[in-house]
Antibody, heavy 121, light 112 residues
Framework: QVQLVEAGGGVAQPGKSLRLSCETS????????MHWVRQAPGRGLEWVAL????????FYGGSVRGRFTISRDNSKNTLYLQMNSLRIDDTAVYYC??????????????WGQGTLVTVSS | DVGMTQSPLSLPATPGQPASISCRAS???????????LDWYLQRPGQSPQLLIF???HRASGVPDRFSGSGSGTDFTLKISRVEPEDVGVYFC?????????FGQGTRLEIK
C-alpha cells in the first residue's frame, strides 16, 4: 500500500534552517508529482510546493518562495524540503502528499502523517 | 490566487440525517478538458487529510457511497446522505486547477 513517512521536523530558531524528508513506498515514486502542504496549529491547510516526476516543474507558494527548496531523489524514493531563513509563522505540521502520474494535473491523493516544525527563539 | 470559501464553518449534524457543505471558488475551476478541478478532503481528529471526492463528483477508492460531490464552475457541494459518527472531523475543499493550489477554510462537522 502507498506509504509516505515524513521526518526531520523539530525546533529551530528564527533565521535558521531545517531539512525535511519524506520516504515513500508502495508505488513507483519516480512516476509521480509530489507535494508539500503545511498546517499551522489549529489552522487550515496551506500548499507549500510541488515537483513534477521528472523535476521539470517546481512551483512554490508565495509565503515560502525564495526560502524553501523542494527536491527529490528518485533512486531513494524520497522527497525533500530544504527550509532556510525560517520565520515564526513557518511553525506547522508539514505533510508530504502524492500527486498524480501525469503532468499539469496538480491534484493529490495520499498524504503522510506529517512532521511538526516549530520555529521559536 | 484562487480564493476558496466554505460554508458553514461549523456543522452540527444528527446521526442518520443528511448534511451538506458548500465551497465557492473566486474563479471557474472548469478545465478545457471538461473536468472541474475541485477535490474534497476529510481530516479526522489527529489524522492527516484523506481524499473523499476528486474532480468535483468522483468518489475516491474506499469512500462510502453516502458521500457525494456535485457542482461546476465556481459552486460546489459535498453531501453526506446519512451522517455516521465516524464522519466527525474537518472537511476541506481544494482547487488544483492552477498553482498555487488553495484550500477552503475547513468545515468542522460535529455530532449533536
Amino acid at each position: 500500500q502507498v506509504q509516505l513517512v515524513e521526518a526531520g521536523g523539530g525546533v529551530a530558531q528564527p533565521g535558521k534552517s531545517l531539512r525535511l524528508s519524506c520516504e515513500t513506498s508502495g508505488f513507483n515514486f519516480r512516476s509521480y508529482t509530489m507535494h508539500w502542504v503545511r498546517q499551522a496549529p489549529g489552522r487550515g491547510l496551506e500548499w507549500v510546493a510541488l515537483m513534477s516526476y521528472d523535476e521539470t516543474y517546481k512551483f512554490y507558494g508565495g509565503s515560502v518562495r525564495g526560502r524553501f527548496t523542494i527536491s527529490r531523489d528518485n533512486s531513494k524514493n524520497t522527497l525533500y524540503l530544504q527550509m532556510n531563513s525560517l520565520r515564526i509563522d513557518d511553525t506547522a505540521v508539514y505533510y508530504c502528499a502524492r500527486g498524480l502520474n501525469s503532468v499539469f494535473d496538480w491534484r493529490t491523493d495520499y498524504w503522510g502523517q506529517g512532521t511538526l516544525v516549530t520555529v521559536s527563539s | 490566487d484562487v480564493g476558496m470559501t466554505q460554508s458553514p464553518l461549523s456543522l452540527p449534524a444528527t446521526p442518520g440525517q443528511p448534511a451538506s457543505i458548500s465551497c465557492r471558488a473566486s474563479r471557474s475551476l472548469l478545465h478545457s478538458n471538461g473536468y472541474n478541478y475541485l477535490d474534497w478532503y476529510l481530516q479526522r481528529p489527529g489524522q492527516s487529510p484523506q481524499l473523499l471526492i476528486f474532480l468535483a463528483s468522483h468518489r475516491a477508492s474506499g469512500v462510502p457511497d453516502r458521500f457525494s460531490g456535485s457542482g461546476s464552475g465556481t459552486d460546489f457541494t459535498l453531501k453526506i446522505s446519512r451522517v455516521e459518527p465516524e464522519d466527525v472531523g474537518v472537511y476541506f475543499c481544494m482547487q488544483a486547477l492552477q498553482t498555487p493550489i488553495t484550500f477552503g477554510q475547513g468545515t468542522r462537522l460535529e455530532i449533536k
